[in-house]
């Protein structure tokens, strides 16, 4: 499991410590992975990540995209996405 932000790496870096390196915060502030896998919104010349999360295969096939500000507080869905067959 890894988490991706597209803050500055200096930023991420920041954030993992807070986190404890509990899992790999990487750094994507071009969007390139978040448009990669759905998740990048684009309003004009702004854009964002979608806040949510991603589950992918070890051939790199999405198995899962789900946008969810609270993705977070429903860690009990993802968890069900990551055991199901």
Known sequence: ????????PS????????LRGAFP???DPDLKVADAYGMGVHF??????????VIIDGQRRLR????????GDHYERILAVL???
Not at 1 to 8: N, R, T, V
Not at 44 to 53: F, L, Q, S, V
Not at 64 to 71: K, Q, S, V
């Open 64 to 71: 899962h995209r789900e946008i969810d500000p609270l993705f």
């Open 11 to 18: 930023e991420s870096v920041k954030m993992n410590s807070l």
């Open 44 to 53: 004009g010349r702004e854009a964002m990540a979608a806040m949510g999360y």
């Open 83 to 85: 055991t199901a067959p």
């Open 1 to 8: 499991m890894l988490a991706i932000s597209i803050d500055p």
């Open 25 to 27: 915060l990487l750094s």
